[in-house]
């Protein structure tokens, strides 16, 4: 598997373009329409933008040492639930793996990855270049879901399509 700091540069500067279009259609909608429960594995958009951001959070614990969230995954829904701190934290999170991702040497990228997996009770050890395009493909996964659930409730999330991505995006 070939994951190159320039793929980890673009994917960053991706999921700031896209995390920040779904938070502005979710800002048309209020409180009320963002927390209610759409039959989505997290529940509501809110608990998913919630999950998103918490496993942003884990994997980042793993490759760069950041602090691990709280919750676990069972918590991982409701970490977040103030909507306004959440916008503050999901920008800030975004700026800070763009930074861990324009900071990558190809170096960085060998070897493995060893942690303690809540979700499967045990140690693992993966490839590390397996667990970043896990990382940003699940980031992806729960923004389609985000997307489909904001487009059910009325508002207009923005294109999602890699190729069209703004250029200055993380800039």
Same mark, same amino acid.
């Given at each position: 598997?070939?994951?190159?700091?320039?793929?980890?540069?673009?994917?960053?500067?991706?999921?700031?373009?896209?995390? *920040?279009?779904?938070?502005? #259609?979710?800002? #048309?909608?209020?409180?009320? *329409?963002?927390?209610?429960?759409?039959?989505?594995?997290?529940?509501?958009?809110?608990? %998913?933008?919630?999950?998103?951001?918490?496993?942003?959070?884990?994997?980042?614990?793993?490759?760069?040492?950041?602090?691990?969230?709280?919750?676990?995954?069972?918590?991982?829904?409701?970490?977040?639930? +103030?909507?306004? *701190?959440?916008?503050?934290? =999901?920008?800030?999170?975004?700026?800070?793996?763009?930074?861990?991702?324009?900071?990558?040497?190809? +170096? +960085?990228?060998?070897? +493995?990855?060893?942690?303690?997996?809540?979700?499967?009770? =045990?140690?693992?050890?993966?490839?590390?270049?397996?667990?970043?395009?896990?990382?940003?493909?699940?980031?992806? $996964?729960?923004?389609?879901?985000? $997307?489909?659930?904001? %487009?059910? #409730?009325? #508002?207009?999330?923005?294109?999602?399509?890699?190729?069209?991505?703004?250029?200055?995006?993380?800039?």
């Amino acid at each position: 598997m070939i994951v190159s700091p320039s793929y980890c540069a673009m994917m960053a500067r991706y999921n700031k373009w896209q995390n *920040a279009s779904l938070v502005e #259609a979710a800002d #048309a909608l209020d409180d009320a *329409a963002r927390v209610a429960d759409r039959g989505a594995f997290f529940g509501s958009i809110m608990g %998913t933008f919630s999950h998103l951001l918490w496993g942003d959070t884990i994997w980042m614990s793993r490759f760069d040492g950041w602090a691990a969230p709280g919750g676990g995954l069972s918590g991982s829904a409701t970490l977040h639930t +103030d909507w306004a *701190a959440f916008k503050a934290e =999901r920008a800030r999170v975004d700026r800070q793996i763009l930074g861990w991702a324009d900071r990558l040497d190809p +170096d +960085d990228l060998l070897g +493995d990855l060893s942690w303690h997996s809540g979700v499967l009770g =045990r140690n693992v050890t993966r490839p590390f270049a397996l667990c970043i395009a896990h990382f940003f493909n699940h980031q992806t $996964h729960h923004r389609g879901q985000i $997307h489909a659930m904001l %487009t059910a #409730a009325g #508002a207009r999330p923005g294109d999602t399509d890699l190729f069209v991505m703004p250029e200055d995006i993380g800039l």
